[in-house]
Nanobody, 119 residues
Framework: QVQLVESGGGLVQAGGSLRLSCAAS????????MGWFRQVQGKGRTFISW?????YYADSVKGRFTISRDNAKNTVYLQMNSLKPEDTAVYYC???????????????WGQGTQVIVSS
């Protein structure tokens, strides 16, 4: 059974940094597209970044966030620097096990980890 478990969220001041981790289990993810979304309370889930050979970022985080992965550990990371209060959200890890056509179509999700950025 595929499981994604996020960790690393918390409270940080504006300008600070956090690193989120997503530990995947249930199969090998080295060839799978993996990524991150976030959701502000009362709003829909929005794309942040994904990795599948190349890496892709939403304009709102480009230059501040970096996605990386350790395939030996089946883990994907999101390094978040220069955090802003508007980055406050629940962050979700996602996996696309079909991983084709260079299009990220998540089919599995983690439970989310809360990030709060204070001003």
């Amino acid at each position: 059974q595929v499981q994604l478990v996020e960790s690393g969220g918390g409270l940080v001041q504006a300008g600070g940094s956090l690193r989120l981790s997503c530990a995947a289990s249930g199969r090998t993810f080295s060839s799978s597209y993996m990524g991150w979304f976030r959701q502000v309370q009362g709003k829909g889930r929005t794309f942040i970044s994904w990795s599948g050979g190349r890496t892709y970022y939403a304009d709102s985080v480009k230059g501040r966030f970096t996605i990386s992965r350790d395939n030996a550990k089946n883990t994907v990371y999101l390094q978040m620097n220069s955090l802003k209060p508007e980055d406050t959200a629940v962050y979700y890890c996602a996996a696309d096990l079909d991983s084709r056509d260079n299009v990220f179509r998540p089919t599995y999700w983690g439970q989310g980890t809360q990030v709060i950025v204070s001003s």
